[in-house]
């Protein structure tokens, strides 16, 4: 399953309550901080893989400094959750 679809699956598990948005990996920070700015999600799962995604969390965490939110390092939490898959890799 290809990102949108996972967003797609975890919006849809939400019963709609909440906004799912996402963002392929391979950009760099100021465009992750961008976005997060911008939509001022509440959880934010990064999935860019070790040793990416620690440093990523930590610099976020000093760009978002206005309101409560929770950074995540799933790497493939997502896949599991969004595509089924029982063991990793999937696909």
Known sequence: MNLR???DVIAG??????????IHKFHDIDMYAASALQ???DLIVLETGMPKQEPMAAELRKVITDWPRLIECGSAILDFVGAGCAVRPCG
């Open 5 to 7: 679809g996972t967003r």
């Open 13 to 22: 598990s939400l019963g709609g309550t909440s906004e799912v948005d996402s």
């Open 39 to 41: 939509t001022r999600p």
